[in-house]
């Protein structure tokens, strides 16, 4: 079996968003499909937090080795309130890493590596389930779809959490990488960087008419990535 996006239907990605909740679809749920996604939801959130825990750990924080984060055991990663909201709308924290620059023998290269290394985990956990893909797939559909939603839903996490808007990683890394002067007016607009972001989330669910601008910065790297990997 082969799977394609079409990369110039930007609406799939609110499909994508939704599909990957439990219960808005519960209908459509296919077994493998269910597996898939609970695997991919957890692989990713869990590698993705341990990455950050571990590189911090690297760059002189002693939190993450001292709250016992230096773990892939997902029940120490995960944060229980937006797991529930992402499993009911498909949108959620789902997992916290204590992290701080200011604990960091460099904070602001330390800080600027374990922020980057959450999303880029996830493209590296893609990766590692695209070539599983490319040498299994075929031979079982139900082994095509788990392996394809997880490939998916990790570049998916790569490419969400890269938005410069707070509190996504990609806030944290543009913070990082600013000037100091700069630095300090990106952080004292952290509130409304944060409003711009929720009303983005509001508009990919309840769009005006076909305007959705958090898809049109998702959904097409998400679907070239994707469609490259497998």
């Known amino acids: 079996m082969v799977y394609f996006l079409p990369t ?33 939801v957890l692989v990713g959130m869990t ?5 950050h825990n571990y590189v911090a750990h690297l760059m002189g924080d002693p939190v993450p080795s001292r709250e016992g984060r230096l ?20 949108f959620g924290i789902l997992g916290t890493a204590p992290i701080s620059a200011n604990r960091m023998r460099n904070p602001r290269l330390g800080y600027l ?5 959450g999303p880029f985990s996830n493209l590296l956990l893609a990766m590692v389930f695209a070539i599983a893909f490319r040498l299994f797939g075929g031979q079982l ?17 790569f490419v969400f959490n890269l938005i410069p808007l707070f ?10 990488l ?18 711009v972001f929720l009303g983005l989330i509001l508009l990919s669910f309840f769009p005006l ?22």
């Open 141 to 157: 559909i139900a082994l095509d779809e788990i392996l394809f939603t997880i490939v998916l839903f990790n570049v998916l996490l």
């Open 71 to 90: 773990t892939l055991d997902p029940s120490v990663h995960i944060y229980w309130p937006g797991f529930i909201m992402f499993v009911l709308i498909g």
């Open 8 to 40: 110039d239907d930007l609406s799939i990605y609110i499909t994508v968003l939704r599909s990957i909740s439990l219960l808005l679809f519960f209908n459509d749920l296919t077994i493998s499909l269910a597996i898939g996604i609970l695997v991919a």
């Open 178 to 195: 600013l000037p100091a002067e700069q630095a300090n007016w990106w952080q004292a607009n952290a509130q409304t960087s944060q409003y």
């Open 113 to 117: 590596a374990a922020v980057a290394a």
């Open 47 to 51: 590698v993705h937090e341990f990455a």
């Open 167 to 176: 509190p996504l990683d990609g806030w944290h890394i543009a913070l990082a």
């Open 209 to 230: 008419g076909s305007f959705d601008p958090l898809g049109l910065f998702i959904a097409q790297p998400t679907f070239t990535i994707t469609n490259w990997l497998i």
